[in-house]
């Protein structure tokens, strides 16, 4: 399928609400439109099983909606949400400047600060460098993979930067919070394997948003 074939199958299943849960979703949020155009922030076709994932924005809101086709049959099968998942590298210094932590490895960071710059009202206490390969909506799962897939690219660098440095990994999830059960993130035993050879810790930041689903 391509992407427009894509995108004119979610619009007719937008519109005709064939599916339940299409119905559900829609009593209580809207995706966005540019210019009367369905927007969607990306086709994911890295899944097995001949499965496309389309991930739609949705208005004022962090999560997405996540549009399951199968294409084989040239149909959507299933209309949920996915989380926001923002999985990252940091490194937090009071010792070392951005430059400096920059240099500790050959990864190109994707941002980054130093102490004492200007925070709200008052000041950054540490400096700190970002590594986040993996901006685009995207599974917890497979941004952890991607992210890990990045780090192994210098592993000395990074060990560097947690020995001298504090680093670690840092997930931020706003998960939509239809009906209270929320469910989680799941970490494999091949991830847990290489964040060991890493000797990365990972912390968690779990949000809620949304509206909840109509009785």
Do not use: C
Not at 6 to 16: A, D, G, N, P, S
Not at 58 to 80: H, L, P, S
Not at 92 to 99: A, I, L, T, Y
Not at 155 to 182: C, F, P, S, W
């Amino acid at each position: 399928m391509t992407d427009q074939q894509v995108i004119e199958l979610i619009e007719k299943e937008l519109k005709e609400k064939t599916l339940r849960t299409t119905e559900q979703y829609l009593a209580i949020h809207n995706p966005v439109y540019t210019r009367d155009k369905l927007k969607v922030d990306r086709i994911d076709r890295e899944g097995e099983n001949e499965l496309i994932i389309a991930y739609l924005p949705v208005i004022d809101e962090r999560f997405y909606f996540a549009i399951y086709i199968d294409t084989q049959n040239n149909e959507i099968i299933n209309v949920g949400t996915e989380s926001d998942n923002r999985v990252y590298f940091r490194a937090d210094s009071d010792r070392f400047g951005f430059e400096e932590l920059s240099k500790m490895t050959i990864l190109k960071s994707t941002g980054g600060r130093n102490k004492g710059d200007t925070r709200g009202t008052g000041f950054w206490k540490e400096s700190t460098i970002f590594f986040e390969p993996n901006k685009e909506p995207d599974e917890f799962a497979d941004k952890l993979k991607k992210l890990l897939d990045f780090l192994e690219i210098d592993i000395e660098g990074i060990k560097r930067l947690i020995r001298e440095a504090d680093g670690y990994i840092q997930v931020a999830m706003e998960i939509h919070n239809g009906n209270t059960m929320l469910g989680g993130p799941h970490i494999d035993s091949d991830a847990l394997k290489r964040m060991s050879d890493l000797e990365l810790e990972i912390n968690f930041d779990l949000y809620v948003g949304g509206r909840s689903f109509k009785d």
